[in-house]
């Protein structure tokens, strides 16, 4: 029951780069943010807030991570919606090349530091990719999810219901097992889209208030 649960009431909110903020991640020492109404990507620096970095996305993003030197970005075509996972390279931009996601959907990133991950909110699942798109092993999740990073080799999930029902809570995921195990951490009162932890504190989104929020787990 949600009433069990410890309840996020900490929160520090900080005006996001730009507005209707969706993807963020954290790269060791910039959070990177995307923008759906902008479709540009963002590099704040979490302890001044400013912007380091700013690029055009080809497309609209969505799911952010840092993986393997890079930022990958979920990129949304502009006209279909068809989802794919784009490269980019700091300072230098996007990679012409990009990796197609199954089925052309999903929304969000993780990476445990070799493998890709890439969460598909309505099919309830998250995906482990190799360096061609391919699915290697598919981990299914209970609800829906809004956000997604790793910690500590376990998966802490931003969930929900349904888009119909406002409540959101942190899981945690173990998907070490033959079977994944889902532990709920804390219900979190705010409608948060994304989510990155930087080593102490976890950040998400809040897309109609053009801000982010930091937190962490009761």
């Known amino acids: 029951?949600?009433?069990?649960?410890?309840?996020?009431?900490?929160?520090?909110?900080?005006?996001?780069?730009?507005?209707?903020?969706?993807?963020?991640?954290?790269?060791?020492?910039?959070?990177?943010?995307?923008?759906v109404e902008t479709d540009r990507l963002y590099a704040v620096d979490p302890r001044t807030r400013s912007v380091m970095e700013e690029w055009p996305v080809p497309g609209t993003p969505y799911g952010l991570v840092a993986?393997?030197?890079?930022?990958?970005?979920?990129?949304?075509?502009?006209?279909?919606?068809?989802?794919?996972?784009?490269?980019?390279?700091?300072g230098k931009g996007f990679d012409?090349?990009?990796?197609?996601?199954?089925?052309?959907?999903?929304?969000w990133l993780a990476s445990d530091g070799e493998t890709l991950y890439l969460s598909q909110r309505f099919e309830h699942r998250i995906l482990a990719l190799d360096r061609t798109?391919?699915?290697?092993?598919?981990?299914?999740?209970?609800?829906e999810i809004t956000g997604m990073t790793i910690v500590d080799d376990d998966f802490f999930l931003l969930t929900t219901e349904s888009k119909e029902v406002d409540d959101y809570?942190?899981?945690?995921?173990?998907?070490?097992g033959v079977h994944a195990s889902e532990t709920e951490s804390a219900a979190l009162p705010l409608s948060g889209r994304g989510l990155a932890f930087d080593g102490t504190r976890f950040w998400t989104n809040l897309r109609e208030q053009n801000t982010m929020v930091s937190f962490v787990l009761p």
């Open 133 to 143: 798109g391919a699915v290697q092993r598919t981990i299914p999740v209970r609800r």
């Open 96 to 107: 012409a090349q990009t990796i197609p996601c199954p089925d052309a959907t999903g929304s």
């Open 1 to 35: 029951m949600r009433n069990a649960l410890p309840v996020v009431e900490s929160f520090t909110r900080v005006p996001a780069p730009a507005p209707a903020p969706i993807g963020i991640a954290f790269d060791g020492s910039l959070l990177w943010i995307g923008s």
């Open 67 to 90: 993986h393997d030197g890079d930022v990958r970005v979920v990129v949304g075509d502009a006209e279909s919606d068809d989802r794919s996972i784009a490269r980019f390279v700091r």
């Open 169 to 176: 809570r942190i899981v945690r995921l173990d998907a070490h």
